[in-house]
């Protein structure tokens, strides 16, 4: 019983785009583990930007300084 757990910035990423990720996701665990589609469980997470660091600084802060 695979479960993967994607997580994401918080940026607009639409329903379709989440139906891939998860049909992409359980198709990979078919094709190379062999894995039942039916007990395989994807959870799709979406991190404000404030809440996601890379080195010192928010993702929030960093796309700020990058657009200056």
């Known amino acids: ?3 993967v757990n994607i997580k994401v910035t ?3 990423v639409s329903a379709a785009q ?3 990720l ?3 996701t ?4 078919v094709k190379v583990l062999n894995k039942d589609p039916a007990t395989t469980f994807v959870l799709i997470e979406e991190v404000d930007t404030d ?3 890379v080195g010192y600084e ?3 802060t ?3 300084q990058a657009g200056s």
């Open 1 to 3: 019983m695979p479960y």
């Open 62 to 64: 960093l796309r700020q």
């Open 58 to 60: 928010s993702v929030t």
């Open 51 to 53: 809440n996601w660091g």
């Open 26 to 29: 359980t198709e990979l665990l």
């Open 22 to 24: 998860i049909a992409g």
């Open 18 to 20: 989440k139906q891939q």
């Open 10 to 12: 918080k940026e607009g």
